[in-house]
């Protein structure tokens, strides 16, 4: 669990891990610089739960993704078989830790224990008081799984939620260290996953995500991000984004070819095919992607992502 600034909310996310039905895990807590009372509030559960760990690393502020690549490498370096993620103002459902690792072991008896896995659920979207939004953060977004080629759509979009998700120790193995370039801790993970490995979806909601205003991602429906009100923010971001995607992919190409059993042929062609496109015509850009296969989810969201590649 990466924490900062969770003095509000972080007590309760615990009490719902250490309450979990499954009883064998650790937690390792790993604070980015909080002031607010997060840090004796985790070294409270720290005193009455030995499976609760705070991490001592100096307390250098990393940034979310920062925070969660260390806390992951710590997990690595512990042994760790099985790695999942927790957003200090969520609560799990009772069940996550044992429907997530039935899961993951059915995928590891199907495709081997050596092939990188990723096992991620739907969430149940909140307020701050933890009243219902949403039965299904999925269909708040408008987003869906991708079970077929799900590379070609990571590319670009990420559906796959960290605080949701449980990774085995193949995919930390070839995921860590995470690179700098990355825009978000879990979707390299995803991304990795898809590449050399499987993911799988569990439709049901085994998080509440809770909405406060104070979420460095959060649960915004896509409308949101087209109002006119705020068009030329939401713009800047998405061009900033589209450019961070194509460093994203330039690492996720340099780390395949660093593995020991290298992506599959046309997986790297993808993957390079996707980092060429700045270099392209406008026009070539286009039928470039739309050969590729490389699509975004929903009609909208292609078509805004059609005229982010022109304006490049």
């Known amino acids: 669990m990466a924490s900062y600034y969770g003095a509000a909310y972080i007590s309760e996310q ?21 002031s607010d009372g997060t840090v004796d509030i985790v070294r409270s559960h720290e005193g009455s739960d030995p499976r609760v760990t705070l991490l001592t690393d100096g307390g250098e502020s990393l940034g979310p993704g920062g925070n969660f690549a260390s806390l992951m490498r710590s997990a690595y370096d512990e042994g760790a078989e099985y790695l999942m993620l927790a957003d200090q103002d ?36 909140a307020d701050e008081k933890m009243r219902p939004v949403s039965d299904s953060f999925m269909c708040h977004q408008g987003i869906h799984h991708e079970s077929k080629a799900p590379l070609k759509t990571l590319l670009t979009q990420n559906f796959v939620t960290g605080c949701a998700s449980m990774v085995n120790r193949s995919l930390m193995q070839k995921a860590l260290p995470v ?16 590449a050399v490995g499987r993911i799988e979806y569990i439709p049901e909601p085994l998080v509440r995500y809770r909405q406060h205003g104070g979420n460095v ?9 087209i109002n006119p009100m705020v068009a030329s923010q939401r713009w800047d971001e998405g061009r900033f984004y589209t450019a961070m995607a ?67």
């Open 179 to 194: 690179p700098g370039e990355v825009i978000m801790h879990d979707w390299w993970l995803a991304l990795v996953a898809a």
């Open 90 to 125: 969520d609560t799990w459902r009772e069940d996550k830790i044992a429907l997530q690792l039935e899961a993951m072991k059915l995928a590891e008896s199907r495709y081997g224990p050596t092939i990188p896995l990723l096992v991620y659920s739907d969430l149940a979207v």
């Open 217 to 225: 991602v959060g649960a915004k429906r896509f409308r949101e991000t």
């Open 14 to 34: 615990m009490d719902s891990i250490r309450a979990q039905t499954h009883k064998q895990w650790r937690l390792l807590v790993r604070d980015d610089g909080s």
């Open 246 to 312: 194509f460093e994203q992919a330039r690492s996720l190409a340099k780390r395949l070819r660093e593995l020991d059993q290298p992506a599959p042929r046309e997986t790297m062609e993808l993957i390079d095919g996707f980092t060429r496109l700045p270099e392209l015509s406008r026009l070539k850009r286009i039928t470039t992607i739309r050969r590729l296969g490389i699509r975004k989810q929903t009609l909208s969201r292609q078509l805004l992502m059609y005229l982010r590649l022109i304006v490049l």
